[in-house]
């Protein structure tokens, strides 16, 4: 003989809802515990040769924390845990031989980085793309530099610069 429970509401010692249920199947979790956000460029953005310069990633797409500001393009950390950070940058216009890089910075210190050298056939148009897995505590923030060695001015591509990141664990 099998037992039933029914419950719309699990909670943990605290009172906090772990888990609701409407009454017809449909689950929800707390989410506060899982943050995530992404976002893209929304125009080219010019960047000076040879500097690192912060990429205004402002075009929210999703954020589950309201954790990301597109005003100074960073995410900072609510929930402490385990987090998987990553971005892609285009530059337009590159030639070949050129360096070009793009750097994840956190609490203003770059701390991983992906570099591209250009070679014949790619240089044009070519994406670098990095990803970090850091141990994050709240408050932390980071934010999504790209850097190119060129000799003038490059632009960073809007379509497909985007900077994201969620918690995995604890």
Sequence with gaps: MASIIKANQLQDFGGNSIITSD???????????????????SANQSVSNNAATKLQVNNEIWDTNSAYDTSNYRFTVPVKGKYLYQASLRWNSLGDGDVFQIIIYKNGSAVNQSRFISTMGLAENAVVKTYLFDDSVVGDYYELYGLHVYGSSRDANYEYTNFGGYRIGS
Excluded: D, E, V, W
């Design 23 to 41: 009454g017809a199947g449909n689950l929800t979790t707390m989410k506060t515990n899982y943050p995530a956000f992404y976002a893209q460029m």
